[in-house]
């Protein structure tokens, strides 16, 4: 169906390498190389992600670089980049530029929750990204979404000429209420929708596990935790793509590695997901994924992902926790008692988290 795509693994752009703030260019560089290298060509990117930086960066270090027809690339149009419909032709025409191309070949509503499809309904949105698509600006049509099964049903069957849908899905989010990825999986399958997997190590959370379950995949004789994770949701049927976040050469080493011939979970492989599983829900741990979309609305620019990362540590026996949030708060000088409770970040989390009541009790462990 998607002829210029040669492999079911994709990069995403949300999370690269950066030095002093900026994206490190030069790492970035030798990370798409091997990636490409490698026989892999889909990359997919955001006009927010990394504070604007994603765009420019897979500009200077891919579109530059390689011919058009080798890579295939998905952009999204984001909620919070537009507020009329009127914005959005010349948002997606910045898009464009800042990557450095003609057309995208997948054009995603990003984010879609009963809430931002609402605003996209209100402001013709699929209207508009369908007419871009006539123009040839976009090749293809789809969305990424963080709600449940009932809000994809609806926009599915408004929409059926979204040719694909982005879900976060991994191996603990299978049957998990605030994610529902096995439910949503289904919505996608009935609707004969190719599914492109998002999170499948869960914010790097299935890609470091603690030493217990890490023991678990460890037994097996080979392959990284991560690999485990890419694995087991590339394994499902009608998943045409799974994205990884990479942040250094050495993960797109590992991960092209496992997946350049790729091999389906098998049954012995598949058990001890389920073991991992189980210690892993055993742990109270906060479900953020880092994907950062708090902190860019949050007035006080408090780190939210790396205090829950601190609390996640804490919560694990982990005894580095202390020190990890000395860091945290000597490189970012906001702590979690500065929050104003505005309520901006909740909105804009696509896993739903009480981010002001976590923040409540982050204050009151480590302050
Ligand atoms: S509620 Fe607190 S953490 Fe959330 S956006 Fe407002 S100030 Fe930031
Ligand atoms: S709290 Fe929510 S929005 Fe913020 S980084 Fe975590 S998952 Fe993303």
Do not use: W
Not at 12 to 40: I, K, W, Y
Not at 142 to 167: A, N, R, W
């Amino acid at each position: 169906m998607f002829e210029k795509i040669q492999k079911n693994f994709g990069f995403g752009a949300m999370r690269l390498p950066m030095v002093n703030g900026r994206v490190d260019l030069e790492q970035t560089t030798q990370m798409v190389d091997h990636f490409m290298a490698s026989g892999f060509n889909y990359f997919d990117t955001a006009h927010m992600y990394l504070d604007g930086q994603s765009e420019p960066a897979l500009k200077h270090c891919l579109t530059s670089r390689y011919p058009r027809e080798s890579f295939v690339l998905t952009n999204k149009l984001s909620g919070s980049c537009f507020e009329f419909e009127e914005q959005i032709r010349p948002l997606f025409q910045s898009q464009l530029e800042a990557c450095g191309v003609e057309y995208f070949d997948f054009y995603l509503m990003h984010s879609q929750t009963r809430r931002i499809f609402q605003k996209f309904q209100d402001c013709h949105a699929y209207e508009v990204a369908m007419e871009l698509k006539k123009e040839g600006k976009v090749k293809h049509l789809g969305f990424s979404f963080h709600d449940g099964p009932e809000v994809l049903e609806q926009i599915l069957t408004k929409y059926p000429e979204m040719e694909v849908v982005q879900l976060q899905f991994n191996y603990l989010d299978m049957e998990a209420l605030n994610v529902q990825s096995r439910a949503c999986y289904e919505v996608c399958r009935r609707h004969n929708k190719p599914v492109i997997v998002m999170e499948p190590v869960k914010g790097g959370k299935l890609a470091q596990l603690p030493p217990k379950a890490h023991e678990i995949f460890a037994g097996l004789g080979g392959g990284s935790d991560a690999s485990y994770a890419v694995r087991y949701a590339a394994g499902y049927e009608g998943v045409m793509m799974v994205l990884s976040g990479m942040s250094n050469l050495a993960m797109v080493q590992d991960n092209c590695g496992y997946m350049q011939d790729f091999q389906k979970l098998n049954s012995r492989e598949l058990e001890a997901v389920a073991e991992v599983c189980r210690i892993l829900k055993q742990q109270e741990q906060i479900e953020c994924t880092s994907c950062r979309y708090c902190t860019e609305v949050c007035p006080q620019q408090i780190p939210i992902p790396e205090l829950f990362g601190c609390m996640n540590k804490m919560n694990q026996g982990d005894p580095a926790y202390m020190a990890e949030y000395q860091k945290v708060i000597a490189e970012k000088g906001k702590k979690a008692s500065q929050c104003v409770g505005c309520g901006a970040c909740e909105k804009a989390c696509p896993q739903h988290l009480p981010i002001r009541k976590l923040l409540r009790t982050v204050a009151e462990e480590f302050e």
